[in-house]
Nanobody
Framework: QVQLVESGGGTVEAGGSLRVSCAAS????????MAWYRQAPGKQRELVAI???????NYVDSVKGRFTIARDSAKNTVDLQMNSLQPEDTAVYYCNANIQTTLYSGASVPYWGQGTQVTVSS
């Protein structure tokens, strides 16, 4: 049984910073990509940032230069440091991990955290 547990988030004024963290637990072979998505009220869930096993990263244009994704493969964790937050960053942030559960299972399976609220006031 694989679980992703998020922490962090909260409320901050525009221009402030927050960090959200996610830890994977359970029994599995390895974690491939890890990512953060967000979903604002009335909008579709969007990919914010993604990091590969080798550490290469990609960001949605709206957060480039403000957000940083980082992972600790030894601890099976991924963090999203969010700086210069703006009201449009307000959303529920979800951790995602694509996990290969066994050596022989081949394809990765996507797992999701429960979501954590980030609210930026103007």
């Amino acid at each position: 049984q694989v679980q992703l547990v998020e922490s962090g988030g909260g409320t901050v004024e525009a221009g402030g910073s927050l960090r959200v963290s996610c830890a994977a637990s359970g029994t599995f072979f390895r974690i491939n990509t890890m990512a953060w998505y967000r979903q604002a009220p009335g909008k579709q869930r969007e990919l914010v940032a993604i990091i590969s096993r080798s550490g290469s990263t990609n960001y949605v244009d709206s957060v480039k230069g403000r957000f940083t994704i980082a992972r600790d493969s030894a601890k099976n964790t991924v963090d999203l440091q969010m700086n210069s937050l703006q009201p449009e960053d307000t959303a529920v942030y979800y951790c995602n991990a694509n996990i290969q559960t066994t050596l022989y299972s081949g394809a990765s399976v996507p797992y999701w955290g429960q979501g954590t609220q980030v609210t930026v006031s103007s």
